[in-house]
């Protein structure tokens, strides 16, 4: 039987362009794998999670086609200014792993930001398309 890893906290960092926002909150919010989640700035998450890094980008990519990044943290090692109840998630134990059927609560829905704040202008959706367009790799 394979033990599980300790729970680590990990920086998400995703690029607008593409993204399918509703997938990615669906995962963040219901999926067994995240412990839990919060989010003060758009694109950006903290996510709570017993899974590895490259766990969590593969459960991630199919929604963020762009561009992202999870970043390991070591809190003890950062600084900055957050809001309180950013301070007070971080130093909060995680919550229990989620079952299949996990329903966010409302605490859970008011970590992230609302889909309105982030559904792309008209002026980001032609932006969006030319850097998709945009031939990928180095010349």
């Known amino acids: 039987m394979a033990t599980r890893r300790a729970v ?3 920086a998400l960092n995703v690029s607008s362009v593409g993204i399918d926002i509703v997938g990615l909150h669906d995962v963040l919010l219901r ?19 017993d899974r590895s890094a490259v766990e969590l980008a593969r459960l991630l990519s199919p929604f963020i086609p762009a561009g992202f990044a999870v970043l390991a943290l070591r809190p003890t090692e950062s600084s900055g200014v957050f ?50 367009a945009e031939p990928q790799g180095v010349a």
């Open 8 to 10: 680590e906290l990990y």
């Open 31 to 49: 999926g067994p794998t995240i412990r839990d989640v919060l989010s003060f700035v758009p694109y950006q998450y903290f996510v709570k999670s």
């Open 83 to 132: 809001p309180d109840h950013a301070l007070a998630w971080i130093e909060r134990e995680p919550s229990p792993p989620r079952g299949e059927g996990h329903q966010p609560t409302p605490f859970e829905m008011g970590m992230i930001p609302s889909l309105d704040c982030l559904l792309p202008t008209e002026a980001e959706q032609q932006l969006h398309a030319m850097i998709l």
